[in-house]
């Protein structure tokens, strides 16, 4: 029982750092400014390319001025990050559209330095009953999408032919 207990645990808030990592992270502080600041511009491309993309229903991006918490995040970040969610237009593929990805990779953990992607419905979520889900906003179409240290172009061209096959 306490096993079930314990990985149950684990699985939803992740275990303690183990010592490779504890003795890495000193070393991940002394680059994070520059690694938080890269991504955010990238991201801020990415958002000005959604919200011109008639494929995309919505995006949740804490930099867009329609946002409802937009105002409390200029006031209280330096930048908006690199963690972008969207939503497909109904009826358009979110797993054909991951797929067709080039550079952008397909994964549940996202923060990474590598720019990655998942479908919560398929993914982290998928446990959750698909009505429960819907009634807490997450949708089969939502996409979260995590920009890491790659050039914006090149990320940007890998969505757009990604968008061209759905």
Not at 86 to 97: I, T
Not at 132 to 159: A, F, H, P, T, Y
């Amino acid at each position: 029982e306490v096993a079930d207990k314990l990985a149950f645990l684990q699985n939803s808030i992740g275990r303690a750092l183990g010592p490779a990592d504890r003795w890495l992270l000193p070393r991940g502080i002394t680059t994070l400014a520059a690694r938080m600041e890269f991504p955010h511009k990238t991201t801020q491309l990415i958002y000005d390319y959604f919200s011109r993309n008639d494929k995309v229903a919505r995006i949740y991006y804490p930099g867009d001025p329609a946002s409802q918490g937009y105002e409390i995040a200029k006031r209280q970040m330096r930048g908006f990050g690199g963690i972008i969610s969207f939503e497909l237009e109904k009826g358009l593929d979110p797993k054909k559209f991951v797929e067709s990805l080039r550079i952008i990779d397909l994964a549940e953990s996202l923060g990474g330095v590598e720019s990655l992607i998942e479908i919560p419905a398929l993914m982290t979520h998928a446990s959750i009953p698909r009505d429960i889900r819907l009634k807490n906003g997450i949708k089969d179409e939502l996409i979260r999408l995590s920009v890491g240290l790659e050039d914006g172009q090149d990320l940007l061209d890998d969505l757009k032919q990604s968008f061209s096959k759905i």
